[in-house]
Structure formats: structure tokens, C-alpha cells
């Protein structure tokens, strides 16, 4: 795997999720799905994140307690971020 093809595969990585839950639009859809035709490394980890998700759905949801909900999601937001180089 060349280093265009790892820089690639992170930029694939930073929308699985939305991916898996069909909130992508069909041409960024249709760019992971032709990524995925040759990237065997790929195709293996969505396979195993979707067998994840899968088995997490199987458990009963419960509440979350509202400050770790505000602690998760500042952090998800310091990570969106660019950090200083």
C-alpha cells in the first residue's frame, strides 16, 4: 500500500459511520464502494465494524447520564478540530 493509498483509506475511515447508516450522499456512497473494490484492508474492517454494530444492537439502549453526553460530545468536537501543527 502506497502512501496515497493509506492518506485514501484515513479519508474513507473519517465517514464509515455515516456510511453504515446510509446518511452519505449516493456519490460519496459510490466513491467508499469503488474504494472498496480494491482494498481488500478496507472491505475486512467495515465487514468487522459492521458485525460491531450489529452485536451492539442486540443490547438494551439505556440512558445516558447527561454529563458524560456533554463530556463525549466536546471531545468529539475537539477532535474535528485542527490541532496546532
Known amino acids: 500500500m502506497t502512501g496515497r493509498d493509506a ?9 464509515l ?11 460519496i456512497c459510490s466513491e467508499i464502494d469503488s474504494h472498496m473494490e480494491d482494498c481488500p484492508p478496507c472491505v475486512r474492517f467495515i ?25 463525549i460530545l466536546k471531545a468529539a468536537g475537539r477532535l474535528k478540530r485542527p490541532g496546532p501543527e
Not at 17 to 27: F, I, R
Not at 54 to 71: D, G, T, V
Open 17 to 27: 459511520s455515516e456510511y453504515l447508516d446510509g446518511e452519505l450522499p449516493a456519490a
Open 47 to 71: 465487514e468487522s465494524l459492521r458485525r460491531t454494530v450489529s452485536m451492539l444492537h442486540r443490547f438494551p439502549a439505556k440512558a445516558m447520564p447527561e454529563n458524560l453526553r456533554q463530556e
Open 7 to 15: 492518506e485514501r483509506c484515513r479519508e474513507l475511515f473519517a465517514n
